[in-house]
């Protein structure tokens, strides 16, 4: 793996802590920072050495089998010192002081370069498990030449605190990782659960050593180091290399060098080791990131969250009104002008709602004063609407986990609390009514009065020559109109109708006719007019619904998705 792609890994990690951070465990989120901070140290520090770690409970053998391979006495083992309480490094090449210092190792061993020979005598222990990429079974090296740092740490099941602190301080730094068990307590349940367990996926840069096979027999070691590869398998280190060796006589030690001789020549472990820990804490993230929700049931949840808030903000009663108030206006525009003025007497419906565009004074800087006079929505609608921002939520949280649907629903809350106002002012401030009026209106106007005064006239004449005829004066000419009789194509005479008497109710009967036809169609513009208010409406809730609710629960699901997207990343 390239200090690159570490890198990258690295970043996208971090990312996912980012994204995640508030909503997902924080022990998880708290071991993964744990990890990025420990890959960005550890890139800091040398590249030409490699840490090995040997590990193991009291009375293993641990620091027998540190001296064993560095090839001198520099750990006290056995009943000298029964426990190792801090940690010793043995150091092959130069330039490790900084990285010590970061492992915080203060006693230090230099120690001088081996020779590496052309050919390695053949292990003597059974067949063992090759591990990918970092131990390989062709020519082991005799002799450590340089780049490696070889720690002895304190034992881990070490009853003082402090000591079993700084071997696990240890053990999450180190670059490999060597496990040395006795036959007594190879299985103890503490080594497997607390540490082994948890490097699941790592064996690249494990090794466990089976210590102490001189006080066995060999059918009994071959049984005893076939059990502990089952174990270690068990625990998910499927590949580890586990040897059977003894510090006293040097069984497997030399195995043993060769193998760490090898990975320090290589000098991809400490990049092997932080790539594993980061996949693996990355992986737990995925894990824990749950699945997005299918686009569909986004849509319908929407759909359910508008309607739901449209009942709220009382659209349907907006509607409505919108619908009687243009009917007026158009029966006040196109009616008969005799009784026109009955329909002034009925109160306009926008305006008892305080939306007439005369009734809203508003500053244009301080939209946010709009307010309507709509009634109070019901309580059964208030729950609807809560209830529908409530499974909008739910749908959109579905597959999340738990911290991220309760950070979703907590934001989703705050919306519910300040939908009445919002709703109200998304009314008010909705372009309801039409800027200009219908040209028809005016034709209709016009015509209107036009037979309303060819009435009048009509009336003038009749009354005029009633007086006349009234006061014995001289007859008036009287225009007539035949109907019926040979003109009109019919047998008989026609009758003469005085042209005052057919202006007076042609004038009538068509401006009566005229109102009732306009009505007809102010009824279909009205609904027209209805319907366009209703997707503006719809409109302007949909923006509520947005600002409240979608746009708060989205970046919930966004945040989640991009955490999930870096972690998969970093897992890959």
Known sequence: ??????????????????????????????????????????????????????????????????????????????????????????????????????????????????????????????????????????????????????????????????????????????????????????????????????????????????????????????????????????????????????????????????????AAQRREAATARLVLDEKAAAERIVAASGHAPSARAGEKAKAALVAALEDAAGVPTVTEAVRRSATKDARAATGWPLTRWLGRLRPDPLRRLGLKPDALRIPDDRPDLARTSLPTARPSVRATAASAVRAYVDQMTAGAPDPWVLSARHRAQEGIDRLPDALDQAVAGTKLEAGRRPIWWRVVGVLQWLVLAAAAAGLLWLGVAFLFAYFQLPELPTPVLTVGGEAWGADGPGVDVPWGTVLVIGGVVAGLLLALVSRLCAGVGARRRASRARRRLRESVARVADGLVRVPVGDEMIALARARTAATIAAS
């Open 1 to 262: 793996m390239s200090r690159i792609d570490l890198a990258g890994r690295t970043a996208a990690l971090d990312t996912a802590i980012r994204e995640a951070a508030g909503r997902l465990d924080g022990p998880l989120l708290d071991d993964a920072r744990r990890v990025v901070v420990r890959a960005r140290e550890r890139g800091g520090l040398s590249a030409e050495h490699t840490v090995v770690a040997l590990a193991g409970a009291t009375g293993s053998g641990k620091s027998s089998v540190f001296n064993a391979v560095a090839g001198a006495d520099i750990a006290t083992p056995g009943v000298h010192r029964p426990t190792t309480s801090h940690a010793l490094a043995s150091v092959w090449g130069p330039g490790a002081d900084p990285l010590l210092d970061w492992l915080d190792v203060p006693t230090r061993h230099q120690m001088p370069a081996g020779p590496v020979p052309e050919e390695e005598p053949p292990p003597r222990t059974g067949p063992t498990r090759s591990v990918a990429g970092l131990f390989r079974r062709h020519r082991t090296p005799a002799g450590i030449t340089t780049g490696l740092v070889l720690l002895d740490l304190p034992d881990h099941d070490s009853v003082v605190v402090e000591h079993r602190v700084r071997a696990e301080r240890l053990v999450e730094r180190a670059d490999l990782l060597v496990w040395v068990v006795d036959p007594q307590k190879y299985a103890d349940a503490a080594l497997h659960e607390r540490y082994l367990r948890p490097l699941a996926g790592r064996s690249d840069i494990v090794v466990v050593v089976l210590n102490q096979t001189d006080r066995l027999s060999h059918a009994d070691a071959d049984a005893m180091r076939a059990d502990l590869e089952r174990l270690v398998v068990a625990d998910g280190l499927t590949g580890a290399r586990v040897l059977a060796a003894s510090a006293r006589t040097g069984e497997g030690i030399d195995q043993l060098r060769g193998l760490l001789a090898e």
